[in-house]
């Protein structure tokens, strides 16, 4: 944990170029553009609050939405409006059209590298959510993550590009580098309370096609 | 008793297990005809069956003594194999051995010659086996499926008891760390025609914690009881029977606590294991050529699990494995250049297990076999061997598997060996029949290859799968995983006081199973199987030397180089379709040079022993060297390379100290693990430093002539 935020805060102090957008009632995460890059860090996708009747660790239960455009996340409020482009909870993510949303979203996974995607067709790649199956696969080794049982841990696959396609029909390439509190996964030994507590926040990057 | 004459016997330091073995009086005719054979020389048997004087021997073996047992301390298999050049211990299901790079599957472990039952997920523990009665333990290395069928892939583990006729008891007590203790009783009684002979262990220790103020032990409280018996009959000059009745029993307990939000749950789990095994054996000598030798052997083994947590119904699990075989086996010896041997074998095999659907009945496979071999020395200088096994097996696809060996004699102190051998290792029970839910955690299901499409469409038609995954249409009759092995190597000494060997070694698996996901539940929990899926190799190099710098002192080490690889990822790398991460977390492509090939093997694995020895009198050091080994795909491409989690590397030195006080006491101490090296997660078995004291007594009487 020490090193998690020892690292972010370096971060954020050497680059110059970057804003920080504090949010108070979704905890504090952070947006930085460089080169039309948009990376964002600590991007808390309904974290867990405590356990089930069953001992199922929960949180919430609601998304955070977020606006590819705006760079910044939309409040819950607007989750049936065209405001949003993708929304995160656990594992699971959702773009705004089908069963998740009004808008004209979508979005399929690519195999391949961030820097070499220049452009897609949409219209022949693009699935759009329909409830419970989404566009982006949830699942181990499914869509854009793999879940190892034994040591509890979610780490994205290295070479999955999300290729998204916002509410207003706009296109973006995002890869997510990491599931954990300032992008550091805990080790396969940290105790199981590490490993509850510092999961779900998003750490990604995108850019607009 | 006490008009008999005891004569106090030293065995602990000076029975070399060669200078008492045994011989039959069929024995001894039958190698009468094999000219010049010196008794004092060690003999070997797992490398072709038959006896060999280890120089002859075309299959390089490696023998482990009874004395260099005594002098590690050892009390299980796994704390002496853990200290050979080339054997990697894993941990998991128990402790495995991994041989020339392969998993604890594909390693057959015997005793006397028959093996052993009752894997957990392909692992045979090494510490089911105490060696207090071992005369010896045989190794060889890559593939002998040609002799021993299935699971002899990467090699063969043969432990020889010790069936020596006199009439001795023998008795030893250990204490040590973790209040440790094992008791040997060792009896021997010979009488005309009659050996008979008792070994008793027992080891009892309450385990340790690694982790503090933790409640559960990482290596739980644990009694083993072992109790070995043999009796052997000379019914004529040319007849012997022996029977072997071995019983072993262990009973684990743990204790685990889980907490959950300050709640804490307390479990308690009991463990029973019990293996018996009977051996009954004819050995019949029709002339001075020919010897033909019936064995039976049944052997049965039992596992029980239960978890009892409190407010909740108790989980059980139930594993029953039966194995019975009946073999012949005839040697015929023609001249000094030709002898063959030919057997011919039947098993019936079955496993009963609650995690196969109707648990009350015992899933079975039978197999016929054949196996012949022949040993031809067309000049004195070479020695070649060609045979071949074929297994015909009821459940699944026949296994053929040859092997072609060669050794020449370049001068007397210099030798060749070259072998090339098809190792299989069948589907197990597991594969098979497998109908698991863990309904704990969350619902997911193991089906066996022959239970998976019958459960799935089954499930189906009732409305309980969400979707088919691609694999389940590969799903059909399991085949047996199989190995080619090439092994050459050389042997140099160049006096009596130094041995050099080294040898290389390369094995193509093909067919390996794999677990796949082929379904989904409805509620979305995983379904997996079993397929023929991946091929891979391991190749090595590995190296022995001892030196014996004065008739006291002596050094030896060991050393192996290992690679191995998945040969389907090594494609994937080649076609750049694999990336890792970069330093920020983001994805790059990964090179090949990255790949690091199957996990949990170290690439570099050494010993070293210094030993030093007078009449009564020894002491020596020994040191395992094991180089980091990858343990977690960290980067999540599904693949292991230099970006992922690795355990350390590691030295453990171990050191003993024995002295001989009078004719039947001795006295052993000993610290393991001496700078009480400890890696919790990836050598949950290696405990801290540990001490431990050894009292040995013997009294022997000499045999009437």
């Known amino acids: 944990m020490a090193m998690a935020i020892v690292a972010s805060s370096f971060y954020a102090c050497t680059d ?59 409040p819950l409020t607007d989750s049936a409006t065209s405001n949003w482009d993708v929304a995160f909870r656990g594992t699971t993510i959702l773009t705004n059209a089908g069963t998740s949303g009004p808008g004209m979203g979508g979005a399929y996974m690519h195999v391949g590298l961030f820097a070499d995607v220049i452009s897609f067709n949409a219209d022949s790649t693009i699935r759009t959510d329909a409830a419970p199956v989404y566009a982006i696969k949830t699942g181990s ?58 999961q779900r926040y998003y750490n990604f990057r995108y850019k607009a096609l | 008793m006490k008009g008999l004459k005891y004569h106090f016997f030293v065995i602990l330091l000076f029975a070399s297990s060669t200078a008492t073995y045994a011989q039959t009086a069929a024995d001894t005719s039958y190698h009468a005809h094999l000219k010049q054979y010196n008794i004092k020389e060690e003999t070997v048997v797992t490398a072709t069956r038959t006896e060999r004087k280890l120089s002859n021997v075309a299959i390089p073996t490696k023998i482990i003594t009874q004395k260099s047992i005594k002098q590690a301390g050892s009390m299980r ?103 440790t203790k094992d008791f040997n009783c060792n009896t021997t009684f010979s009488k005309g025609k009659f050996t008979f002979s008792h070994f008793l262990n027992s080891y009892q220790s309450d385990g340790f914690s690694i982790r503090p103020y933790a409640v559960e032990r990482t290596v739980a409280p644990i009694w083993r009881l072992t109790n070995q018996f043999h009796t052997s009959y000379q019914a ?76 909740n119904s108790i989980y059980d699990d139930q594993l029953n494995h039966q194995f019975v075989r009946v073999e012949n086996q005839t040697d015929y010896y023609l001249n000094d250049q030709i002898s063959f041997n030919t057997g011919i074998g039947y098993v019936q095999e079955g496993v009963k297990s ?140 160049p006096n009596q006081q130094i041995q050099f060997d080294l040898s290389f070694f390369r094995n193509d698996v093909e067919n390996l199973i794999d677990t796949r996901l082929v379904a989904y539940h409805k509620s979305g929990a995983q379904i997996f199987s079993y397929l023929n899926l991946k091929n891979a190799y391991t190749q090595g190099i590995e190296s022995q030397m001892s030196v014996k710098i004065t008739p006291q002192f002596a050094v030896s080490a060991g050393y192996q180089y290992l690679l191995t690889a998945d040969k389907d990822q090594v494609k994937e790398i080649e076609a750049g379709r694999v990336y890792t991460i970069d330093a920020s977390g983001f994805a790059r492509l990964m090179r090949l040079d990255e790949y690091i090939g199957l996990p949990n093997r170290s690439k570099h694995m050494a010993n070293f022993k210094l030993s030093y020895e007078n009449e009564n009198f020894f002491t020596n050091l020994r040191i395992i060297y094991r180089s980091k080994w990858a343990v977690s795909d960290k980067d999540g491409n599904g693949l292991y390379n230099s970006n992922d989690g690795f355990a350390n590397a590691f030295a453990q030195i171990n050191i003993a100290a024995g002295k001989q006080f009078s004719k039947q006491f001795r006295a ?29 007594f013997q009294f022997n009487q000499k045999n009437k002539k």
């Open chain 2, 668 to 696: 052993q101490i000993g610290c393991d693990n001496i700078g009480n090296y400890i890696d919790m997660a990836n050598l949950p078995n290696l405990a801290g430093r540990t001490f431990y004291t050894t009292l040995s």
């Open chain 1, 141 to 198: 080794n499914k869509g854009w993550y793999i879940y190892d049982g034994p040591n509890n841990l979610v780490t994205p696959i290295p070479g999955r590009v999300l290729m998204i396609r916002g509410a207003d029909s706009k296109l973006y390439k995002l890869e997510i580098n990491n599931y954990y509190k300032g992008g550091v996964t805990p080790l396969t030994t940290a105790t199981s309370a590490i490993k509850l507590s510092t």
């Open chain 1, 16 to 74: 110059n170029t970057k804003s920080i957008i504090d949010t108070s009632n979704n905890g504090s995460y952070k947006v930085y553009t460089l080169n039309d890059v948009t990376e964002v860090q600590n991007l808390i996708a309904d974290t867990i609050i405590g356990t089930s009747a069953q001992g199922q660790p929960v949180g919430t239960g609601h998304f955070t939405f977020f606006s590819l455009k705006n760079r910044a996340m939309v």
């Open chain 2, 236 to 311: 004529s000059a040319k007849t012997k029977i022996d029977i072997d009745l071995r019983y072993a029993y262990e009973h684990i307990q743990n204790e685990i606590a889980v907490t959950n939000n300050g709640i804490i749950t307390y479990s308690k789990g009991n463990e029973y294991h019990k293996d018996f095994n009977l051996n009954p054996v004819i050995t019949h000598l029709f002339s001075n050529k020919l010897k033909s030798t019936l064995r039976l052997y049944a052997t049965n083994y039992n596992a029980d699990q239960n978890l009892n947590t409190s407010g």
């Open chain 2, 354 to 493: 609650n995690r196969y659907e109707l648990n009350s009945a015992r899933r079975t496979n039978n197999i016929n076999y054949v196996f012949a071999q022949t040993e031809i020395k067309p000049i004195e200088k070479l020695t070649i061997i060609v045979g071949f096994r074929y297994d015909n097996n009821q459940l699944f696809a026949a296994a053929f598997s040859p092997k072609i060996a060669a050794m020449y004699k370049a001068t007397e102190h210099l030798k060749f060996n070259a072998s090339i051998g098809r190792g299989f290792k069948a589907p197990d029970f597991r594969q098979l029949y497998l109908n698991f839910t863990n309904t704990a955690a969350g619902g997911y299901s193991v089906f066996g290859a022959l239970e998976a499409q019958k459960q799935i469409d089954f499930l189906q038609n009732i409305g309980q799968i969400l979707s088919i995954e691609s694999d389940y249409y590969k799903l059909k009759e399991l085949h047996p995983e199989y190995a080619t092995g090439i092994n050459f190597g050389l042997q140099y000494n």
């Open chain 2, 77 to 179: 298999l796994s704390d002496i194999l853990q200290e050979q050049s080339g054997l990697f211990l894993t941990s998991g299901f128990g402790t495995g051995v991994q041989m020339q790079g392969l998993n604890p599957d594909y390693t057959l472990i015997m005793i006397n010659g028959e093996p052993l039952v009752g894997r957990t997920s392909g692992v045979l523990d090494l510490n089911r086996l105490a060696v207090g009665n071992i005369k010896k333990i045989e190794i060889v290395k890559g593939p002998s499926s040609s002799l021993y069928g299935s699971e002899a892939m990467a090699g063969v583990i043969n432990i020889i008891t010790d069936q020596t006729p006199n009439n001795k008891l023998a008795a030893s007590l250990r204490y040590g760390t973790y209040n």
